[in-house]
DNA sequence: TCAGTATAGCGAATAGCGGTCGCTTTGCCA
DNA sequence: TGGCAAAGCGACCGCTATTCGCTATACTGA
């Protein structure tokens, strides 16, 4: 980058954004925790406190990176959500496309996933109002399929929560007992089975 | 401690037991990684470098407190999985009691369960270890369930996991929608609703 | 009884970390 | 063309986990 030229914002953002790209494969290798500032520099092909320009914190970083995550992956859903199909159906559907999100950044999230939690109290929250708002739309799906008579009338925020935490386990198992898809299936299966009108 | 006494392997152990439970508190306040391993010892009335003649590392106390922890919790389960009541009352009171675990130890399990998984491979290996015999346990008692004829035909491993990682959003939501127990209720009943033979 | 030895325990030293500071280099603009 | 704001950087700071060499101690065997 040219020096005495001011960055606007948005090129600023654009600089941030390539940055966090070079550098998420030396997470996806060694781990944030362990990927020094001096390494990210590196990677990045900048000295260490040019990279105090741009994230004012190694947290920040980590952020940055979650947020676009997160951001992505609603995006996505909300696609789904629009979708006139039947809840359920959007709902695997939605799950679907996180299971491959996961599964794509599989040893990123891993590692990085876990590391967030480690963040500051602030940077916490705002991943969480991210978090949240993914959560929101998997709710409104649970609540549309009660309304629809689909479902029975469950605590659809809970609902929500406890699906997405299922599919934790699908990927991340060190025992997996089938195929990534099949495990899937399978969790959706007793999952959607749960909320059924018997 | 005296010196120039040896201490037995038992001794040692009992140490180790001891600096262990005099540091949760410390953890509790301030969180694993927070905490030096200055204070450790100052909290454990020890010099630092005496504190690694009981621990090699940091990380390692961190494991010791973890191995205890799922060997206990595994223990109290076993009780109840030798109880005869159905297999679904029993999966209940597992969880009850993995539950009351949790939220006793809540805001040291939230600190530090996630910290756990950044430790070397071979810490976690031997965590890993400890989860799976939890995790069969559980297992045990799903296929139980489904030679009793209670529940439908599933892989019990995948059950398992799915059921343990679901009581995970009820202690640590940021947005509970009710009581733990209630929530757990629900969670309970979704999960077993599931598996239930329709 | 008493040197020899093994070991509990410790303070100081080490390497490397995240983060800061003050300087240099650059290109725009008056 | 000279002044200036900003990009970029290397050296530095205080802290960390971990190691090392030493001391103090009590048991052992001659």
Redesign the interface.
């Known amino acids: 980058m040219p020096k005495g030229i001011p960055l606007t914002e948005e090129e600023q953002a654009k600089r941030r954004h390539e940055i966090v790209d070079q550098v998420v494969n030396v997470f996806l290798k060694k781990?944030f925790?362990e990927t020094s500032m001096r390494e990210i520099a590196e990677a990045a092909g900048l000295g260490k406190s040019t990279l105090y320009d741009y994230f004012k914190t190694k947290d920040e970083i980590l952020l940055y990176f979650f947020e676009n995550q997160i951001g992505n992956l609603t995006e996505a859903a909300q696609k789904i959500a629009l979708q006139s199909i039947p809840a359920d159906e959007r709902l695997r559907q939605v799950m679907k496309i996180h299971l491959e999100y996961l599964q794509a950044n599989k040893s990123l999230f891993m590692k990085l996933s876990?590391?967030a939690?480690?963040l500051k109290l602030e940077s916490q929250k705002q991943i969480?109002r991210g978090r949240?708002a993914y959560?929101d739309l998997i709710r409104g799906l649970i609540e549309e399929g009660v309304r629809e008579g689909a479902f029975r009338k469950?605590?659809p925020?809970?609902?929500a929560?406890?699906l997405?935490?299922?599919l934790?386990?699908?990927v991340y198992?060190?025992?997996p007992?089938?195929t990534t898809q099949e495990?899937m299936e399978?969790?959706m299966?007793?999952?959607?089975?749960?909320?059924?009108v018997?």
Chains 1, 2 share one sequence.
Do not use: W, Y
């Open positions: 781990g925790q876990l590391e939690q480690r969480q949240h959560q469950v605590d925020l809970l609902a929560r406890m997405i935490n299922t934790v386990p699908v198992t060190s025992r007992t089938g495990m399978e969790t299966d007793i999952f959607l089975k749960g909320l059924q018997c």
